[in-house]
């Protein structure tokens, strides 16, 4: 190969590792191994054609079919002229062009990805390494730093945190149980089973264990006013609890009740939270926690409620209407659930004290009373609801036993 081809290809290298990047950034998972899995699958198939050039990253790049439509487009903002593809080989490092037709958040998830000194890469075709040697990691003041203090890019930035950090939480046994080779109770029935198959023989004695499934969890959040920067990180977080497989129920307020479960299921927690926007008409308005507590009694909790769950509450406390049965609506809701939590980010400030009415009615009523301002607060609520399942479950196996 001639020195120019060898350089050609290198270029053709560095366009996938770039692309790669981006999809990483966008929330496509793509580490070192997919890089190289992608140099090998366009070695083999080439880049003559478009659509197989296409095809063979996304085969390789992409686990999760609900992310194909996010790497179709992330691949025309990249290659976006099909002549260009001809000649891959002497092709400089894309820039990134707006698709026709595509949706404002993802086209704007996908832009983002890329930073401006990356960009002005593209345009120059230079490739960029970064010295990170005696350097920090800004993702520990991020996890301390206060939503409200944070500029949209570390929103941004806090958020993927967050996605990275939030673990399933532990199953919980239930009452029932299942045939199981490793279970530590005998399983009479299945053992007459078998040892009617074998002619009144008992050769060996079925066991089986609980059953475990994940636990329920009812979120009911705040979208006041004043609540407003908080609400959409803790509703973020409620995306990433529901979009690992748990059962979650969530609701938001402001002079009104709405349920957003639904809405909260999209696979696009962009997309899901504009909905969600655009629906809930009472969005940075006045707060009736009283009356949409007793909604929530009255209409839902017997609906969400059934499977002993946790209920997690995200609120200031700053109770409008002051004539409210808000004490009585707190300590039913209390007593139909498993546990109640009650976040509230005004706990940031050292010398708070519960001197509102609203806070001052609510506070006897919850189990745990925490901050949830940053990162490393909504992280350690799952911390210590995997605490509490974990010795849930030790006491079931030393009960079975």
């Known amino acids: 190969m001639s020195p120019a081809g060898q350089r ?52 390789v790049l992409v686990r999760d079919p609900g992310q194909f439509r996010l790497f179709e487009q992330a ?22 062009e707006r698709p026709a037709g595509e ?10 990805a890329l930073s401006e000194k990356q960009a002005e890469a593209a345009e120059e075709g230079v490739a960029i390494e970064v010295d990170r040697a005696g350097s920090y990691s800004p993702s520990e003041i991020l996890r301390h730093k206060d939503f409200e203090q944070m500029s949209l890019a570390e929103q941004r930035e806090a958020r993927q945190i967050l996605r990275q950090e939030i673990r399933p939480l532990r199953r919980l046994p239930t009452r029932r149980y299942r045939t199981h080779p490793g279970g530590r109770r005998f399983d009479l029935r299945r053992s007459m089973q078998l040892m009617i198959r074998n002619d009144g023989q008992l050769i060996r004695l079925a066991r089986k264990r609980r059953i475990e499934r994940p636990p329920a969890l009812v979120v009911i959040c705040d979208i006041s006013g004043s609540m407003s920067r908080y609400s959409r990180m803790f509703l973020h977080f409620a995306h990433v609890l529901a979009a690992r497989e748990q059962s979650v129920h969530s609701f938001v307020f402001g002079t009104r009740l709405t349920n957003i479960t639904r809405r909260l299921a999209e696979r696009d927690v962009d997309e899901a939270l504009r909905h969600v926007s655009t629906e809930v008409q009472d969005w940075d308005g006045g707060t009736r926690i009283g009356a949409s507590i007793r909604r929530f ?20 406390g700053l109770e409008r209407d002051t ?39 609510m506070l006897p009523h919850v189990d745990l009373f925490l901050p949830a301002h940053n990162v490393d607060s909504l992280a350690g609520l799952v911390r210590i609801l995997n605490e509490q399942h974990r010795f849930i479950s030790e006491a079931s196996q030393v009960t079975a036993a």
């Open 8 to 59: 050609d290809t290198g270029r053709l290298g560095e366009n996938i590792l770039m692309f790669c990047r981006t999809l990483r950034a966008a929330g496509i998972p793509a580490g070192p191994a997919q890089v190289l899995d992608a140099l090998r699958a366009v070695a083999i198939v080439g880049v003559r054609r478009r659509d197989e050039f296409c095809w063979a990253l996304r085969a």
């Open 75 to 96: 691949f025309h903002m990249y290659f976006r002229n099909p002549r260009l593809l001809e000649r891959m080989i002497a092709l400089l490092l894309p820039t990134i």
């Open 103 to 112: 949706g404002e958040a993802t086209i704007r998830r996908l832009s983002e």
């Open 297 to 316: 009694n009255h209409d839902w909790a017997r609906r969400v409620l059934a499977q002993n769950a946790v209920v997690v509450l995200l609120s200031d």
């Open 323 to 361: 004539g409210s049965d808000l004490e009585f609506q707190m300590e039913r809701l209390r007593r139909s659930c498993r546990q109640l939590i009650w976040l509230n980010p005004m706990l940031r400030y050292t010398d708070f004290a519960p001197r509102a009415f609203g806070i001052r009615k």
